[in-house]
């Protein structure tokens, strides 16, 4: 584990994506090899044993396979090697057996996804408790006045629980591709020297089904040794996702400012506080779901980069692959981990959002007001007026509602008890409401099928 | 259009692209916009025709709205002031429901939708011009023996129609990938100022529904201001589709070595051959597809880098989607072209591909040679046996059959009639063959789907 | 000019980089060709002038290029055609010397080349003017106290002169990376067919020079058309650069916050303000360098990604080059025009920039204290005591310093006067007003430096 | 050391980028600090031993770090808890004076540049390895034919040397950059919470001399804590380095192809050669370099991505960089490694590439011949002259040189002997040697220039 890891990754997504799980995986693809050939009497009944014995990870001298792995160019050689050797010293029989028909290739692409499907349900489960605490802010919140903010400056009124659902339905898309483009994915390589099976003869197909289902697998159309865009379209979907966590993170962060302090991350033995400025609620969760927000789309370019592989075997591109995946997938999911400890622990300022809302002396609702005069003036109009109200209210320092009901302009079509009304925040809400309530039942439609499937 | 649309882009797409479309598209979002709102009663029906008359791209001056979009920060505002300008010069009334509790987001992002909507028809009808094509490859040159070229080098036999089944089945793949990101990622954008149509207060349902109706675009459960995922869903689609086309081209761009020479794009007036150098093939094609392969990355990595937008609406993610994603759009079909345009126009000269396996005096076939032994002598053996063999072969300069032929070692295993049985190229291609088989089949399937449903 | 061309470039910039400027620059390139030949004797003399009336953009049929390039691979080859013939309606002796000895890469690099050479001067200029606005601001409010921010929580003082010189200090060495890649990059590239210059045998050397005399360009060791590496370095400080306008925009952006309110842009006719929400105050001009921030890290991995290009010639790499180099400058260009209007329009709030200070209640300044006890009683017990009273501070609604003025562990180090100075902001800011002034006397520097060589 | 840091990195660089590096770097930042105190008086001399002692990576646990660091938010945070425990078992008081008036961020950034500054002579070492051989090459190969290659397709006539002289003279031009970068960017970071250094008040400027002197870094002219442009430079440096170490693996391997076989890397013990396939020769080397050239561009990307900073402390751009710019190095170290090694080891077959040039008949001279006579009759109809005789050659399979001399049209400006003159390869290469040593030349000045100031 290195230093940075707990950090930045998820610990049970990490340990599917170490080096050790990597090596297993390589070596699960071979035992599962030896089975499906046994099945169909390649190779004797007998040698399946020594081969499986052999094939645990931890047997293997980890310096010495780094070693040969850098000149050979890749791991599947010197792993196969030390394999054969170990099955050799105790079956020398079976080790003629080991690897039979198989490419390197086959061996470390089915391993990786054998990985990245150990490794993703960790994942999801981390996106799918950011979706749960969501959906409770949603709902708890579902009626809490707070700014809307564009551009950064304060715009109309929308309810803290409009702004989670936003969360909260990107998130559960978010899943659901990265579920859909796992299922498409995560399916057998296995083609040989150059993607025909030549060396199986007529067993090839059976063998390739035996061997897809061991590993419990789909079994694709062809091989897919040169056409990368299954792991592309896994590694956009992680893209996306970490980009929708980042949303999210960002504005944790925003709303979390000394001068918005909206929320907060409750701090932590350890986190976000600072000995030295104790006044201080550092969104820890929230950076690390942003730095891995800046760099999930570089690795994603990184992986539609090297797609253009050479004819039946990439040159570089294939090997991109190998430390990139695994490294978008353990960010990604160490991202996801963050925004949910973030929802978990998020305190929730109401006042605090109360009060934000007053900074303007009222001006946030003009919009409102504007519009309820259209109706009556046409827009043009309308905007005219209560914008002269709005630069008096700002440079007699008074608020709006004060300005409005003296103004003969607005009160010959407003009754000052209209004007309040358009200034509550309740009346400007329903729809927004209506959204979080659309947002929650389709989540709970999302959560109802998983249950039905599982993913 | 810009001198370099016609090389690296499409004229249908293009046009559904351009600035005119741009102008025209939010336009028609304004028109619907007030046809719904008169649905609902909200705008006096009398009010739409004049709204609808001055929606007219054309009508509007081109460097005015550019220089006041440069100060607005976005194109909506000036094209709302010159439409709401326009309308009140022959009907004052309606001007005042021009945009009515819209704001410049959605005319902005729904407008894109329309014309990303538009466009990839078009798009997707070149990758289906590709993929006949290459189903006729695949289908003719099922049994075209060919080099396998893993890293570069010779490795052991295909078909050429197996390599071209790949190109198809990730091409059908893409296809299917964009065809639905599409179809979920291209609904309505309607929120309002800040997301929760205040502004339209009871009626803001009707007229969503009424807009999205008009429209023909799926309604979402609630606005995606702040969320770009769909988007970037789109974006990641078009990435992966142009890897893939970029694959191809690079398969192409290999395969048309002066070399090699196993294929080549027909030359055409104009088109890939040089006064200076008549020997040239230039394979202008593929350089096109390649180009796109390179910019595509960096441009969905623009887009995912985006996504972490500030609140209610983003400041600088968003804006950067305005370009960055039609630029997208039209590059991967620049590629699909391209690379229809290749495989339309391609000569297969089959006996180049003959004589390349020739090169390496029969060292291609040793692997098949090998396994036959192996099940005799076991793998480690047969592989040292039949190393000898070669390493005689390459030194002696003679065809690896006469070796093998001479060698005792060999022979007490496999007749002569066996080996040459083993080096008859059609022995090993039987599940090639099936792949190519499986191949054309999926994608008669997915072609009968689409014929159902239509995209 | 594209609808968004004002918006995200700037005026100047755009023009050199327009179609029109690019098919100047190839022209031009092949007059200096004519003229340089001439020199030596290749071409007659009295062939130059025909060719150089020939040379003029205005005179060719753009869509008759852009259909011909889309069949020819690049511009050059049918616009070398157009001037031939061009040529040869009134001089055909002279339509022999056209493009005499020089391939397509040759005038579509050099006339790039050109291009960027004409184009940089504006986007520098824009740099120096956000860099002359800056240093106005760092000299202004050298010791205008600030908060300090970090993970967006309010820290400890700083200044916003040293705010400001630090975006002055990075745009400073951005315009001097910028400016010193321009001087090494932008260099001749001739090289004939494969790099050779073959076809003009001996005279290869003295044309060369010739042309790179005319061009006013250096002339390389050799040419360059497979190595990308001096654009790929321009492209980077491009990068680079906006980077750094992107930090100043989101500093600016964060700062203009409804909640924050410490600077805004002030509101121009047309921009920044809302009709229907008058108390906005958006910052444009800091969204549109953010975007271009958002997009240059994708153009510029485009360019690298592009780098390993084929042999003499690249196929896909350098074609990705023609579009992405220019979109870059016109980014990078919009941004520094973007900021420099931001800086030069900045409305500072002194007053809300104090006011914001005494949010935390004292808090930001507890560091101060903690150093001073800490020089008694050493860092960690000098902590939990400041601690200890921040605590009691906000749960109390008070003011820190008046908890510290009554807790007998920090008057027994620290007399009331003793606290009361160390929370004084100007005892903390002395260094910071020298880190101020160091940056405003290299700045300078750099100026002068500048005023000597000129760029 | 994880499994593929060997295949894909360099031992030394991974060895200063190793965990271990940064924990110790970081610990040698707080030393120097505390001795650069000490030499002020504010820390008492009889301190510094204890913390020096105590600062020994080896001491701390890594696991409880990693964990403490993951809920911080950075490393310095656990690290200075764990000094300052070390020290305080030994030596209370001293413990009082462990990370006195630093940041986080200054010992993070700070150990960084320690990292790189220690980690790139060994890269440059390799560089350097792989000019050296590549020098080699350029020299002994300066005159020997090869065909120029561009579009993938055989072009005119280069030398070997010159291709290699096009390779040296990027490398040169990367290594220079890259040290420039270095010597720029490597500079201390010392600023304290906000960057003011208010807690070290008057001795600030003393505390930030002894510092960067101690550390034998420059000092700069203010913090850069949110100003990453150095880093990005750097970044920038090292990406495209590797898209020039790509370009060169992307031509050995192209040039090693089985079709083309001009070169080749020597085959090792493990490395390069297949039991199964005995006659490949697969360009691992190449593999490595053309892996890193597709990283490094989203590598580099996410670290310009991340330059826009939030105020004094980044949230997200900075915590990404931790992880990526020493990948980034590591990659470059790697190719570095990969092409010096593929250089060294290289084969070269000047038969094979003289026969290559027979393929076409020698309608690779025709652009030659055509030269000499639009000497005679115009580049146009020389061209159409040289056109048909190259047509007539390609359809009666006969040399080109043969039609040309039976062809009235040529004869009567070209005798044979000029015809064959022109055809010899000799006659058209002198620009091209004389490209070679005016690279060998000022490669030899970059050797010397660093033999003086050494980097």
């Given at each position: 584990m290195s230093l940075y890891e707990r950090l930045f990754g998820e610990p049970t997504v990490a340990a599917h994506l170490s080096d050790d799980a990597r090596l297993q995986a390589m070596l699960d693809v071979e035992v599962a090899l030896a089975e499906a050939q046994a099945a169909v009497g390649i190779v004797p009944a007998s040698c399946v044993d020594p081969i499986r014995d052999a094939a645990r990870a931890d047997r293997y001298d980890r310096g010495a396979l780094a070693r040969e792995a850098a000149l050979a160019g890749n791991l599947a050689i010197p792993l196969v090697h030390h394999l054969t050797r170990a099955v050799a010293s105790t079956h020398p029989d079976a080790?003629?057996?080991?690897?039979?028909?198989?490419?390197?290739?086959?061996?470390i692409d089915t391993g990786l996804v054998l990985q990245l499907k150990a490794a993703l349900p960790a994942l999801l489960a981390q996106v799918d408790r950011a979706a749960t605490h969501a959906a409770g802010h949603?709902?708890?919140?579902?009626?809490?006045?707070?700014?809307?903010?564009?551009?950064?400056?304060?715009?109309?009124?929308i309810t803290f629980g409009l702004k989670v659902a936003g969360w909260l339905d990107a998130l559960d898309r978010g899943r659901r591709h990265l579920a859909g483009a796992a299922s498409q994915s995560l399916v057998l390589q296995f083609g040989g020297a150059s993607g025909t099976l030549a060396a199986l003869g007529a067993d090839a197909a059976a063998v390739s089904r035996g061997l897809a289902e061991r590993l419990q697998l789909a079994l694709p159309a062809m091989p897919w040794h040169a056409h990368r865009d299954r792991l592309a379209h896994l590694a956009c979907a992680l893209g996306v996702l970490t980009g929708t966590l980042g949303k999210i993170a960002r504005d944790l962060a925003l709303l979390s400012q000394t001068e918005v302090a909206e929320v907060?991350?409750?701090p932590r033995e350890g986190r976000g506080s600072s000995s030295t400025m104790p006044h201080k609620r550092n969104p820890v969760s929230a950076a690390v779901a942003l730095a891995a927000s800046v760099r999930a789309p570089g690795l994603v370019a990184s992986v539609l980069a090297g797609m253009p592989q050479e004819h039946e075997r990439?040159?570089?591109?294939?090997?991109?692959?190998?430390?990139?995946?695994?490294?978008?997938?353990?960010?990604?999911?160490?991202?996801a981990r963050s925004v949910a400890d973030a929802l978990e622990n998020l305190v929730v300022d109401v006042a605090r959002m109360s009060s934000n809302l007053a900074i303007t002396k009222g001006l946030i609702h003009s919009e409102a007001v504007a519009v309820e005069l259209a109706r009556h003036i046409g827009k043009p109009a309308a905007h005219a007026l209560v914008d002269t109200c709005c630069r008096r209210a700002v440079s007699e320092g008074r608020l709006l509602v004060n300005v409005l009901v003296e103004d003969a302009g607005v009160t010959r079509f407003l009754t000052p008890d209209a004007i309040n009304a358009r200034l509550l925040p309740e009346a400007s809400l329903r729809q927004g409401e209506a959204f979080v309530d659309a947002v929650l039942a389709a989540w709970k439609r999302s959560e109802e099928r998983r249950g039905e499937h599982d993913t």
């Open positions: 080790s003629r057996y080991v690897h039979l028909g198989a490419t390197s290739q086959d061996i949603a709902r708890r919140h579902r009626s809490t006045p707070q700014a809307g903010r564009t551009w950064l400056q304060q715009a109309t009124l907060y991350e409750a990439g040159l570089g591109g294939w090997h991109a692959e190998w430390e990139v995946v695994p490294e978008l997938v353990l960010l990604t999911a160490g991202a």
